[in-house]
């Protein structure tokens, strides 16, 4: 309830300021470039403001006849208003310590002055200054509610700072933005809102009060002021006696006071504290314009522009979260299979909702809901929980209610369960809460588990569909997900066939094709190549080997009902198959750093094309596991090439059932541990591509051997962006 | 020698302009030191503008503007209508607004022929979002008022002529 306080805040407050944000964000990256242009129009040395004011004086005197003024500027300049001895007048900036002249008085040009309007008041006067006063209240309060979110995601202070765990890509750097933008966002915020409260008079502003030297009052004392001590660093303004008289004096004008000084003696006739709020609207116009430092006006600059970010991705990630919108057909009381969601960031209410129609399609009653709104009824057969972990292993918002709810008021006939539960290893607590959801179920006798739990990795579609296909087979109701959600078709190429292998043993098929590019593309080993079959709107991705800059290799196992892979097997050499490259960045092979390739079955195929690039000859190893020697003899020749021309140092193959003596993969990981965590520890990466229940498996040897050798989790590594997978 | 006698020659060339031009712009102006003190207020800074107004209560010319933004220019109504029509060119007697508090030393010339001959001097002066204010001070050209400080009624204190 607090945190969805804080979501429905953040966006309701987000949608009434973007469009006043927009106008501003836009202004203000303009006029940010305005203090960098006028600092590098004129010479300015910061040594200058270590210059007294008797020797600022002096070195004026001697060009010129009289100084009725000195001033800083709003950028920090010096500017003397001076007479010369012909009676004519000059006003420009100057050097104090040689009272040479070091560049000119601009005038704020007409297309920044017009600027300047805009971003304070849009053209609209008062009700424009209004409206971006008000804008800039909210946009400190949705930075605050932001910040707040990141947080609670985060569970911690220390972690903001932190490395942010990879979601998905908007929300990704929204967070990562957001965690740089804040401060600078908060400081122009505040000052913003300073200065519009300051122009409506909503707060008491007191002026500095004119000093006035009243000569019929006794004269205080003060003491006596050091024009030879004073740098004139540290004052703002002098304004100069007009003529020899002790009526006349010196008004001077510092940070945070006004003095008279008597113009012979140096006397301090009288002198003022300026109110603070004066101190504080000066401060927040330095810092809301930048005008005094180019650096700081970049960071407004920059922040301006990830405003315009945040706009973008912030009304992404909400129509994400919305897309999963539905309405049921039946009532909750009716429905004999209920699906019931807890979801983070809209996916996995995005997956309930496809699991939902296409069983509604096959004409079962179903519910679909939130697990917060979960009742019990007499009707459910079949329960189905999808939900994500929120930070470190609590409930959704969408599901903190639940376990209250279910362990109050439990269902008590007999049903089946089945959970899934999305999270990414990239987090220590991979699907916590489904974990926890899963035990408080196998407590009730009358709950009976359909399918173990089952672990979605980075909301991959790829394991919701073999989860689909397994509940089919435990329930006997018919769910058939579609082959691919995503139908927006790549741009395709057309690829020839090249080369072609194929092996086969006890019914299983394996084979390899080598596809040559017909027009000039751009890819990389690990990319994926969506091949659309033809009259099939749904594509298939294999993982990418490159050979050469236009030919690539594909390894893929022949599935008896699947309609690509025989589709793909029933091509012949010099035929051509429409495809397309998808961008796969997390999972491209880094030639300056050694490496580690494990992979099984099908997973060799981008590894072919990565152990060909390693022309530096870094250290690197390949650990692959397969059925027996004629499923690795498909690679065989390729790999033992590859050693021979030291792009391998060592080739570890681990056959399953070869002999009585199983060897998997993760053996062989256990057994190499600590030469592993070595080149890990030294900046080597991992590359992991094949099956799911591989990777998991090789995860969970992996962090056992980095605790063991490096006292860390795998998770650090991780982190660091050490361990690649492209896993199905 | 050659060398020498040539800018001999260009010397008394300039001398003779510059002779030439005092005689013909400067003969008849007098120059002040226009002492210019505003009270302290809140806000932006003043437009300030000082103008030569004749006998008859029209304005002769404008002496010194105090604020370079031209978009404001129109709010200083009065003055505004004098300047479009005279077509002055005020480049030169420009200068920066001024800030409540402040104190501002502008030249202005005035032809001696206006001296004590019933002409006045008037400070006009705006701040933006505030008032615009015609006759904030106004005072004869008179050698009475020369060094004597002239109390302003708004935004400015007083203003104060002195032999420049």
């Given at each position: 309830m607090i945190r969805s306080f804080w979501r429905w805040s953040h966006l309701i407050l987000a949608i009434v300021a973007s469009t006043v944000l927009i106008a501003a964000s836009i202004s203000g990256i303009i006029l940010s470039v305005e203090p960098i242009q006028n600092n590098s129009r004129t010479t300015f040395h910061a040594n200058w403001n270590d210059v007294t004011l008797q020797q600022t004086i002096d070195s004026l005197k001697s060009h010129y006849f009289e100084i009725t003024s000195i001033e800083r500027d709003v950028n920090g300049f010096y500017v003397a208003d001076v007479i010369t001895e012909d009676g004519d007048q000059f006003v420009f900036q100057f050097d104090p310590s040689t009272g040479k002249k070091s560049g000119k008085v601009e005038q704020q040009s007409d297309f920044y002055s017009w600027m300047t309007s805009f971003h304070r008041s849009l053209f609209l006067d008062t009700t424009g200054r209004f409206l971006e006063g008000v804008t800039a209240v909210l946009l400190f309060f949705i930075a605050l509610s932001g910040i707040v979110l990141v947080i609670q995601r985060t569970r911690s202070f220390k972690a903001l700072y932190d490395k942010v765990e990879k979601t998905i890509n908007v929300q990704y750097f929204h967070i990562v933005f957001g965690r740089l933008a804040f401060l600078p966002i908060i400081v122009v915020a505040l000052t913003g809102g300073y200065l519009f409260l300051k122009r409506f008079e909503l707060v008491k502003v007191s002026e500095p009060q004119r000093l006035e030297v009243d000569f019929e009052k006794p004269q205080k004392k003060l003491g006596s002021y050091s024009f030879s001590k004073v740098k004139i660093g540290t004052i703002q303004r002098v304004e100069f006696p007009l003529f020899e008289d002790e009526s006349e004096y010196y008004t001077i004008f510092t940070k945070d006071k006004t003095l008279a000084v008597d113009q012979f003696k140096h006397q301090i006739l009288d002198q003022e504290k300026l109110p603070s709020t004066t101190v504080l609207s000066n401060l927040s116009l330095d810092l809301h314009t930048g005008r005094k430092n180019s650096i700081w006006s970049i960071i407004l600059g920059l922040s301006a522009i990830s405003i315009l970010y945040f706009i973008y991705s912030g009304f992404k990630i909400t129509l994400l979260k919305m897309r999963g919108?539905?309405?049921?057909?039946?009532?909750?009381?009716?429905?004999?299979?209920?699906?019931?969601?807890?979801?983070?960031?809209?996916?996995?209410?995005?997956?309930?909702?496809?699991?939902?129609?296409?069983?509604?399609?096959?004409?079962?009653?179903?519910?679909?809901?939130?697990?917060?709104?979960?009742?019990?009824?007499?009707?459910?057969?079949?329960?189905?929980?999808?939900?994500?972990?929120?930070?470190?292993?609590?409930?959704?918002?969408?599901?903190?209610?639940?376990?209250?709810?279910?362990?109050?008021?439990?269902?008590?006939?007999?049903?089946h369960y089945s959970i899934v539960g999305f999270g990414s290893l990239a987090y220590p607590d991979f699907c916590n809460y489904a974990v926890q959801l899963e035990e408080l179920f196998a407590k009730q006798t009358n709950a009976n588990q359909l399918l173990p739990?089952?672990?979605?990795?980075?909301?991959?579609?790829?394991?919701?569909?073999?989860?689909?296909?397994?509940?089919?087979?435990?329930?006997?109701?018919?769910?058939?997900?579609?082959?691919?959600?995503?139908?927006?078709?790549?741009?395709?190429?057309?690829?020839?066939v090249i080369y072609r292998e194929s092996i086969t043993y006890n019914d299983q098929t394996t084979f390899i094709l080598r596809l040559k590019a017909k027009q000039k593309i751009n890819f990389k080993s690990g990319d994926l190549l969506a091949v659309y079959p033809p009259k099939d709107p749904y594509k298939r991705n294999y993982s990418i080997g490159k050979v050469s800059d236009d030919e690539l290799t594909i390894s893929v196992k022949l599935d008896e009902y699947g309609i690509c892979s025989n589709y793909l097997h029933a091509i012949?050499?010099?035929?051509?198959?429409?495809?397309?490259?998808?961008?796969?960045?997390?999972?491209?092979?880094?030639?300056?750093?050694?490496?580690?390739?494990?992979?099984?079955?099908?997973?060799?195929?981008?590894?072919?094309?990565?152990?060909?690039?390693?022309?530096?000859?870094?250290?690197?190893?390949?650990?692959?596991?397969?059925?027996?020697?004629?499923?690795?003899?498909?690679?065989?020749?390729?790999?033992?090439?590859?050693?021979?021309?030291?792009?391998?140092?060592?080739?570890?193959?681990?056959?399953?059932?070869?002999?009585?003596?199983?060897?998997?993969?993760?053996?062989?990981?256990?057994?190499d541990g600590e030469k592993i965590l070595q080149l890990l520890k030294n900046g080597g990466i991992i590359y992991i591509c094949g099956s799911l229940a591989m990777e998991q498996s090789v995860l969970e040897i992996l962090d056992q051997v980095a605790r063991k050798y490096a006292n860390k989790p795998l998770n650090h590594f991780q982190k660091k962006g050490l361990v690649k997978m492209d896993c199905y | 020698m050659?060398?020498?006698?040539?800018?001999?020659?260009?010397?008394?060339?300039?001398?003779?302009?510059?002779?030439?031009?005092?005689?013909?712009?400067?003969?008849?102006?007098?120059?002040?030191?226009?002492?210019?003190?505003?009270?302290?207020?809140?806000?932006?800074?003043?437009?300030?503008?000082?103008?030569?107004?004749?006998?008859?209560?029209?304005?002769?010319?404008?002496?010194?503007?105090?604020?370079?933004?031209?978009?404001?220019?129109?709010?200083?109504?009065?003055?505004?209508?004098?300047?479009?029509?005279?077509?002055?060119?005020?480049?030169?007697?420009?200068?920066?607004?001024?800030?409540?508090?402040?104190?501002?030393?502008?030249?202005?010339?005035?032809?001696?022929?206006?001296?004590?001959?019933?002409?006045?001097?008037?400070?006009?002066?705006?701040?933006?979002?505030?008032?615009?204010?015609?006759?904030?001070?106004?005072?004869?050209?008179?050698?009475?008022?020369?060094?004597?400080?002239?109390?302003?009624?708004?935004?400015?204190?007083?203003?104060?002529?002195?032999?420049?």
């Open positions: 919108k539905t309405k049921n057909k039946f009532a909750y009381n009716e429905s004999n299979i209920v699906i019931l969601f807890g979801s983070e960031t809209g996916n996995t209410r995005y997956f309930a909702k496809l699991i939902y129609e296409n069983l509604v399609k096959v004409g079962n009653k179903v519910y679909l809901t939130e697990l917060n709104n979960y009742q019990p009824s007499d009707k459910i057969q079949h329960l189905i929980v999808l939900t994500a972990t929120y930070g470190t292993g609590d409930a959704p918002t969408s599901a903190n209610k639940f376990i209250q709810k279910w362990t109050t008021q439990p269902l008590t006939h007999s049903f739990l089952v672990k979605i990795h980075n909301q991959s579609y790829h394991s919701l569909k073999t989860w689909a296909l397994d509940w089919q087979k435990a329930s006997e109701i018919t769910l058939q997900l579609p082959v691919s959600f995503e139908t927006k078709k790549l741009p395709t190429n057309q690829f020839e012949e050499i010099g035929q051509t198959i429409e495809a397309a490259i998808e961008n796969n960045k997390n999972f491209h092979y880094q030639s300056s750093k050694s490496a580690i390739f494990i992979g099984n079955g099908t997973g060799m195929g981008p590894f072919l094309g990565m152990i060909a690039e390693n022309k530096q000859h870094k250290e690197a190893h390949l650990y692959w596991g397969g059925r027996n020697s004629i499923a690795y003899s498909l690679y065989e020749d390729s790999i033992q090439k590859y050693k021979e021309s030291q792009l391998l140092n060592t080739v570890n193959i681990a056959l399953s059932r070869e002999t009585d003596e199983k060897v998997y993969v993760g053996d062989l990981i256990q057994r | 050659k060398q020498l006698l040539k800018i001999s020659k260009i010397g008394v060339f300039a001398l003779f302009i510059i002779i030439g031009l005092s005689f013909t712009s400067s003969e008849g102006d007098v120059k002040y030191k226009c002492m210019i003190q505003m009270v302290s207020y809140k806000g932006e800074k003043a437009m300030v503008v000082v103008s030569l107004i004749k006998p008859d209560g029209t304005y002769d010319r404008t002496l010194s503007v105090l604020g370079k933004d031209k978009k404001w220019y129109d709010e200083m109504q009065k003055w505004w209508d004098f300047h479009v029509k005279a077509k002055e060119k005020i480049d030169g007697i420009t200068g920066a607004s001024i800030a409540g508090s402040q104190r501002r030393v502008v030249l202005i010339k005035v032809p001696a022929s206006a001296i004590d001959k019933k002409y006045k001097i008037r400070v006009e002066s705006g701040v933006e979002d505030q008032k615009y204010v015609s006759n904030d001070v106004e005072f004869e050209l008179s050698k009475d008022n020369i060094n004597k400080n002239i109390n302003g009624k708004v935004y400015v204190s007083s203003v104060r002529l002195i032999p420049g």
